[in-house]
Structure formats: structure tokens, C-alpha cells
């Protein structure tokens, strides 16, 4: 099975800050990586398809980057909204389909 | 808009079985795959089974192969999740969540219920 390794597991930042968490493939998985965000009690909410491709209505400030085994996610000038966390997931080949361990956004 | 709601959830004695089921409206619901997708109480996503469109094709994570069935009603515009067996570690919400593709499978879930808490413990 193929493994995710997001990090940092938490972070704390500010209202402006630039945020970047880093999603590691044990494998090579291409571009097929998606980012997911997880507020408390809610569904995840996907963010970024296919390593950079926004979902509609994500706002811009929200960036993916990268290919083969390594990724990022960006989110420029951190919003009050923004605090929440965050999953990578591969989408590669057969299942199954993981998830990374997951990244805390924390108010600083 | 889309819309997918469980049901099903509650606490159940190790061992035994329960059955999930998750109610689709709002798109053409013989066109998508449909996943479940776990989250124990606390811990990370994981990928739980894969029904196909035309529910000729299953896949589940080795963790629940054996003991869970994945099954879909395309006249009812439901999919269920029948767990048997059922241990401690299966406590967790379970997602019902569409795939983005249509006529085949991504992977990538772009509609996701609210989830429903199953709880093992005896």
C-alpha cells in the first residue's frame, strides 16, 4: 500500500500568515494527490484535485504544488476560516486510497 | 445540489453486525461511484470501499475485506455498507462520499455526508 506522510502533524500561525504543509508519497503516485479540509464536527470539504486544480469556490489564497512523490499545500494570507485541518490523499492506480495523518491549523 | 445522507449508525456489541446506508439526491446517481470513508474518534480519514456506477465492482481496504459488503440500489438511489464481525478499532464516523468521475472512478470525493457514528462496545 502506498503511504502519506504529512508535516508538519500541527502548526500554529497567524490571521496573514503563509502557510505550507508538505504530503509525501512512499511511492510515486504522478499527480494523482487531493487536498481535503476538515473543520471540527464537519465532513471533509475538497479543496484541491489532481496536485493544483481548485475546486470551485476555494478561494485563491489556497495553492497545491508538486509531483512524483512529494507535495505541497499553500494558503497565502491565512484567513479566520482557514484554521482547521488538512489532509492530503493519493488517488494513484488500485486501492486502497490513503489519506496522510492529517495537519492542525491553530491560531497563534 | 448534491446531497448524501447516512443513517444506520448506533452501538453495537462486538461481534455482531449493523447495516449503513446513505441516501443520494440532487444528481444522477447511476452515473458516480461511491465510496465509504471512516474516521475513529480523534484519528485521520481512511478509505473504507469502492462501489462502482453500475455496482459491478468493489473494492475495499484490507482492514474490513471479509467482513464488510458494499451494495447499491440504483432505483433507490442508495448504497449501503453491511458490517459483520465487528470489532473495537471499527468504531469510527462513517462517510458516504461521491467520486468525482463519471461512468468510471477517481477516487477524488467531491460530496460528502455528514457522516454517522458507529460505536463498538460491549
Known amino acids: ?108 | 445540489q448534491v446531497d448524501l445522507v447516512e443513517s444506520g449508525g448506533g452501538v453495537v456489541q462486538p461481534g455482531r453486525s449493523l447495516r449503513l446506508s446513505c441516501a443520494a439526491a440532487g444528481f444522477t446517481f447511476t452515473d458516480y461511484a461511491l465510496h465509504w470513508v471512516r474516521q475513529a474518534p480523534g484519528k485521520g480519514l481512511q478509505w473504507v470501499a469502492l462501489i462502482s456506477y453500475d455496482g459491478s465492482v468493489q473494492y475495499y481496504a484490507d482492514s474490513v475485506k471479509g467482513r464488510f459488503t458494499i451494495s447499491r440500489d440504483n432505483s433507490r438511489n442508495t448504497v449501503d455498507l453491511q458490517m459483520s464481525s465487528l470489532r473495537g478499532e471499527d468504531t469510527a464516523v462513517y462517510y458516504c462520499a461521491r467520486d468525482t468521475l463519471t461512468g468510471s472512478y477517481s477516487a477524488v470525493f467531491d460530496h460528502w455526508g455528514q457522516g454517522t457514528l458507529v460505536t463498538v462496545s460491549s
Open chain 1, 1 to 108: 500500500d502506498i503511504q502519506m506522510t504529512q508535516s508538519p502533524s500541527s502548526l500554529s500561525a497567524s490571521v496573514g500568515d503563509r502557510v505550507t504543509i508538505t504530503c509525501r508519497a512512499s511511492q510515486y503516485i504522478r499527480r494523482y494527490l487531493n487536498w481535503y479540509q476538515q473543520k471540527p464536527g464537519k465532513a471533509p470539504n475538497l479543496l484541491i484535485s489532481g496536485v493544483s486544480s481548485l475546486q470551485s469556490g476555494v478561494p485563491s489564497r489556497f495553492s497545491g504544488s508538486g509531483s512524483g512523490t512529494d507535495f505541497t499545500l499553500t494558503i497565502t494570507s491565512l484567513q479566520p476560516e482557514d484554521f482547521a485541518t488538512y489532509y492530503c490523499q493519493q488517488s494513484y492506480s488500485t486501492p486502497p486510497f490513503t489519506f496522510g495523518g492529517g495537519t492542525k491549523v491553530e491560531i497563534k
